[in-house]
């Protein structure tokens, strides 16, 4: 596996994998600074003669913006997922805010993304449209709420270790939303 190998091209503009299966399908990646990502997946190899495939790289295209609360206050650390919405954008890349809020794709396929955001103690976020130039996007998360229990036996002294579980109730259809283990 040599994915996210660092590549320097003999004088033709060829790089050789010399430990490429002998047989069956690959998944070939290239990317390169100010270039959109570019894949072929399940490609057959040749098993008579060296297999080649030539990849196009486009021209990155940035998707930007700022993660923040109810508030306005910046969300650090929250995780931004572009999945592309178009057979021109199959990729899907992740990103973290920074302190400032702020998350960058610097280097997307051209096109409409979807994006998805989530982080510790907010509700996750899905945009169900962004388009590549937007630099501007805002990500607004819902602080989640917060349950105390406290599990006691009946001598009325605290149970220490325990299975416990919440559930979000809707009639006729109870969905798990959260599992914990103490």
Not at 49 to 70: I, K, R, S, W, Y
Not at 127 to 132: C, D, E, G, I, S
């Amino acid at each position: 596996q040599e994915e996210g190998t660092p590549a320097v091209t003999d004088g033709a503009g060829w790089f050789q994998f010399t430990n490429a299966p002998r047989q069956g399908l690959v998944h070939v990646t290239a990317s390169a600074p100010g270039y959109a990502t570019a894949r072929l997946l399940n490609q057959p190899l040749r098993t008579d003669a060296p297999t080649e495939f030539t990849l196009e790289l486009d021209q990155g295209m940035p998707l930007a913006g700022v993660v923040c609360d109810q508030n306005g206050r910046p969300i650090a650390g929250a995780k931004v997922t572009a999945n592309g919405l178009s057979a021109k954008t199959p990729q899907t890349a992740s990103t973290e805010s920074m302190a400032d809020g702020r998350f960058e794709f610097p280097t997307l396929r051209h096109g409409p993304y979807e994006l998805l955001a989530n982080a510790a103690q907010y509700s996750e976020v899905r945009l169900p449209l962004a388009v590549t130039g937007e630099e501007d996007v805002k990500i607004v998360l819902i602080t989640r709420g917060t349950v105390r229990l406290k599990v006691i036996g009946a001598d009325q002294r605290p149970v220490k270790a325990y299975g416990v579980s919440l559930k979000r109730f809707f009639p006729n259809n109870p969905v798990s939303y959260t599992h914990l283990t103490l």
